[in-house]
């Protein structure tokens, strides 16, 4: 292919990429300078790096951040053994296979507003779980701030782990027999095999689904707002806050909503870099 040609194919892609990418990150960049009301939309007032200064200075982006951190650190890693450990099983089952998969990945398609809502019906009062705990209990089941977090954080695994589930599964069925058969001629254990034969040969996938699902925990939105909402507000995630900033009825302030933007996505570049050099590290080593 000459470079015409190349140049043909690609420029459209990269033109409609940047429009989509480039041009409403500057776009954020410079409202973020602005300070603009949800009320007063048509009159910004350049301000320079002001609401930088405020947000570093709120206490409510800082509590945010760290539920942000402590949701991205705790899903992502459970998520990932428990999809690990079911792909393992369903590759030993061979009858009703299709069956147990179908079942497994209903969390994942269903919607995570309609998830949610489901399960937080569980622990409403008259839902099943509220009941068990007041049949074993004789207390009441209570939604306070000091346990909520945790109802997300479970609410979240059981959504996004059949994502690393069907992933992983899909792996495992390019895994040349020949291999495990080798190592088990050796006498390896399941689990050396597991570490030393199944375990690298899912490398990549293995960096694929924590960046993609690094990414989605990090910007979650939808379950946080529908079981937390305006009550519990120590159970915001940055996505939620920056929503809660930028177009609150009362407040609406634009221009410090797009500087939490701004700052969300060097966070979420500072949170991947361990990641992306890995996997470029991985590229260099097979060329080479």
Do not use: C
Request: net charge neutral.
């Amino acid at each position: 292919m000459n470079r015409r040609t190349f140049w043909g194919f690609t420029l459209p892609s990269v033109f409609v990429m940047a429009t989509l990418m480039v041009v409403p990150l500057v776009a954020t960049i410079w409202l973020s300078m602005n300070q603009l009301f949800l009320r007063d939309i048509n009159n910004p007032s350049f301000i320079g790096l002001d609401n930088y200064r405020e947000v570093l200075g709120d206490e409510e982006f800082w509590a945010a951040a760290r539920f942000t951190l402590v949701f991205v650190a705790i899903t992502v890693p459970v998520q990932m053994l428990m999809g690990l450990g079911v792909a393992l099983l369903l590759d030993t089952v061979e009858r009703v296979r299709a069956i147990y998969l179908a079942a497994l990945l209903l969390p994942f398609i269903v919607t995570p507003v309609v998830g949610t809502l489901i399960y937080k019906d569980l622990f409403d009062r008259g839902g099943l779980v509220a009941w068990l705990w007041e049949v074993i209990s004789g207390d009441p089941f209570i939604v306070t701030a000091s346990n909520v977090k945790w109802l997300i954080i479970v609410q979240a695994i059981w959504h996004v782990m059949p994502f690393a589930m069907v992933t992983f599964f899909a792996g495992l069925q390019t895994l040349p027999g020949s291999r495990v058969e080798a190592a088990s001629i050796d006498g390896a254990s399941y689990f050396r095999q597991l570490w030393h034969v199944t375990l690298p040969h899912l490398r990549v996938l293995i960096l694929f689904v924590a960046l993609v699902s690094i990414m989605d925990a990090y910007r979650v939105y939808d379950s946080v707002f529908v079981f937390a909402g305006s009550r519990f507000t120590e159970a915001h995630t940055l996505q939620v806050y920056t929503v809660e900033v930028a177009v609150d009825p009362q407040i609406g302030r634009v221009g410090k909503g797009n500087a939490i933007g701004v700052l969300n996505v060097i966070g979420i570049f500072v949170v991947l870099i361990p990641f992306l050099v890995i996997s470029y590290k991985d590229q260099i080593r097979e060329r080479h």
